[in-house]
């Protein structure tokens, strides 16, 4: 995976003296005020705040609510003046009781729509399993491609996209894209066609976050894509194209990625984005800017950011009705540039500036908080077919603190099953 980068062609100036004021434990106060405001949906036993991003256009996060009551302390037996008291021994006051508050039980979400929020996953785990046959998601891409893997995922929810992809190195955009795609195909038709996989995954992906930053590099990207899609279509085997990174492509690049849209459009395929963001999933979307940048409203430069391309560019294209799916998604300290903990990568990283900035000492539903945040307005486009999130699962040490499964990730899984069993 490439290391994510965000261009953006105005502001960075503002940006840099944006960060250069903010670190972990100081915060702009604009900045800090808005953070401050990130939901708490799993319940405690104090008031909880409401998302507020864009009062105009973004909905707030549903909160459940717990009504707690504490019974007051039994008070202690009266003790009567010695001078008063018979000659037997007083009988001594009963052992005082524990009267803390205890942790309240959160409340489960509530039923809703069909969530679109789904799984990246990179080997077998049984919890993966649970979750799929569970929760039913909407998406789940696998680097993991082991045939019965794939077909068990199949069988246990019939209706989630499945996407597989193979670890390739970089394409290069500087040679001719057709030779390129036809060496792709060959190398992979072998691999999805064997029974099992071509039963088990939908979709594949080709190259891993393409960075096409000129016309003439988007030009031979949609010219690969379109000629694999193609290729692979003569076999039965569907594609996904694009995968660009979080803030990619150039928003004016788009037209000339007119081709593999086309493809798609005519071999039933899916285009594909990434959308990160951090310290928070909605940093750089609606109202959380940096200091003097303009609310974004129902946009984002990172994460909601492929409104920005519907609306700006495939609507007026003609392309308005082509299925996305967000092949990866989630915070990611990748992202630059960003305020936060330098070497922060995955969420569980940030889960201390989460506490200092005031968000409660709950970092699996604070992180759930933010990725319900995201679900609800992924549920407002019809043609967003599904968001994986990274990571669900991973015996590479880099990865660790994405990692929505494992001990380090506390109740994270659960409270995921949780609001996928009642968003089907």
């Known amino acids: 995976m490439n290391r994510r980068q965000f261009i953006k062609q105005h502001g960075l100036l503002g940006l840099a003296a944006f960060l250069q004021a903010c670190n972990i434990t100081n915060f702009d106060d604009k900045y800090k005020s808005v953070v401050q405001n990130i939901s708490t949906s799993i319940p405690t036993n104090t008031p909880t705040r409401q998302l507020i991003i864009s009062a105009e256009s973004t909905p707030t996060v549903m909160i459940p609510t717990v009504t707690t009551t504490t019974q007051p302390p039994p008070k202690a037996a009266e003790v009567k003046s010695p001078l008063s008291m018979p000659t037997e021994p007083a009988t001594p006051p009963p052992t005082p009781t524990d ?58 929810s019939p209706n989630t996209i499945i996407i597989g992809r193979i670890l390739l190195d970089q394409l290069n955009l500087e040679a001719d894209p057709l030779p390129l795609a036809r060496d792709f195909v060959n190398k992979l038709l072998p691999i999805a066609t064997e029974s099992n996989r071509l039963a088990g995954i939908d ?26 899609t193609r290729l ?34 005519e071999h039933k ?40 391309a519907y609306r700006q560019y495939l609507i007026p294209m003609g392309f308005g009705d082509i299925p996305t799916l967000i092949t990866e998604c989630g915070v990611d300290g990748l992202i630059r540039p960003r305020p936060g903990p330098e070497d922060a990568k995955g969420w569980q990283d940030f889960v201390t500036m989460w506490q200092k ?8 539903g604070v992180y759930m908080d933010q990725l319900i945040w995201y679900d609800q307005n992924l549920q407002q486009d019809s043609y967003i077919k599904g968001a994986a999130i990274f990571l669900a699962g991973t015996n590479d ?27 089907k």
């Open 99 to 156: 009267t803390t508050t205890p942790t309240p039980r959160p409340t489960p979400y509530p039923p809703g729509p069909p969530s679109k929020l789904g799984l990246f996953v990179t080997q077998h785990e049984p919890k993966i399993l649970e979750l799929v046959a569970k929760g039913r998601p909407a998406l789940v891409k696998t680097l993991e491609i082991d045939g019965g893997f794939v077909k068990g995922l199949k069988e246990a």
């Open 203 to 228: 979709v594949w992906e080709a190259y891993n976050e393409p960075v096409a930053n000129t016309v003439d590099q988007m030009k031979r990207l949609a010219d690969f894509e379109a000629e694999r």
């Open 232 to 265: 692979l279509a003569e076999h039965g085997v569907r594609s996904v194209v694009g995968n660009f990174a979080a803030g990619h492509p150039p928003l004016e690049l788009w037209p000339e990625f007119k081709s593999a849209l086309e493809a798609i459009r």
């Open 269 to 308: 395929g899916y285009l594909g984005l990434h959308e990160y963001s951090a310290p928070v999933l909605q940093f750089r979307s609606g109202g959380l800017q940096p200091p003097g940048d303009p609310d974004q409203g129902d946009e984002g430069w990172l994460t909601l950011r492929y409104r920005k």
């Open 357 to 364: 900035s005031g968000l409660r000492d709950d970092p699996p």
């Open 397 to 423: 040490r880099q990865w660790d603190s994405y990692n929505i499964l494992g001990p380090k990730a506390g109740r994270m899984a659960d409270l995921l099953q949780q609001y996928l069993e009642v968003h």
